[in-house]
């Protein structure tokens, strides 16, 4: 028996679609029609058997003899990523990352509404960053669960990761956090953290410039 693709795919096949979504819409930037699966994983970095595995939890990829049609299979990843799907944002930090974050990605392309921006800095409070009113942290829990918000951006001092982690837990609605902070957040096991230390890569890329890597 044939099986569905509509299955439930796994986290690492989630995260490989998006990368290769990205790649895909170079390709679509830069007129091209076709692309291989080793084309997708030379720049990705893994196999053509991986990205084909991969490609098969997605309904028409658009395969053809060499390859696959860009823009049959973009739509496919998209479709499959729930990309059409509004998923409401909160930023909480408004220092300067926070401030570029909400001010130059491109939020609504992927299907994210930047639903909201929090601070605890009384000359950030009430000021327009990317379109959205700065809101004051004291306020967040309420607005989450207002707003319906599913995903957050941190980008607060490390002392204050973990109190505003919680508050994101107990407002029952958040299911994803992006950690821009250097401290290491305990959450329950059905909320996704991506840790992105800036600090940890700066020291990663040092050191392998150093040893000639």
Do not use: W
């Amino acid at each position: 028996m044939k099986k569905s693709k509509s299955r439930e795919i796994s986290r690492p096949t989630a995260e490989r679609l998006t990368e290769y979504l990205l790649i895909l819409e170079q390709h679509l930037s830069c007129g091209n029609e076709t692309i291989s699966s080793k084309e997708l994983s030379d720049v990705f970095g893994n196999t053509p058997s991986q990205v084909r595995q991969d490609l098969f939890q997605l309904e028409n990829t658009g395969r053809i003899r060499h390859g696959y049609n860009v823009k049959t299979l973009t739509m496919a990843i998209r479709n499959r990523l729930g990309l059409g799907n509004i998923t409401n944002l909160a930023i909480i930090g408004c220092g300067k990352l926070g401030s570029a974050i909400a001010e130059h990605v491109p939020f609504s392309v992927y299907g994210i509404k930047l639903a909201g921006i929090f601070d605890n800095h009384k000359s950030i409070i009430g000021k327009k960053v990317g379109g959205i009113m700065v809101e004051n942290v004291k306020d967040l829990e309420k607005s989450l669960r207002k707003r319906k918000i599913s995903i957050a951006t941190l980008c607060v001092p490390p002392s204050a990761a973990q109190e505003v982690a919680d508050k994101l837990v107990s407002a029952g609605g958040v299911r994803g956090i992006l950690n821009y902070t250097q401290k290491r957040l305990k959450v329950p096991d059905n909320i996704v953290v991506r840790d992105r230390q800036i600090v940890c890569s700066f020291m990663q890329l040092a050191f392998f410039s150093n040893q000639g890597v």
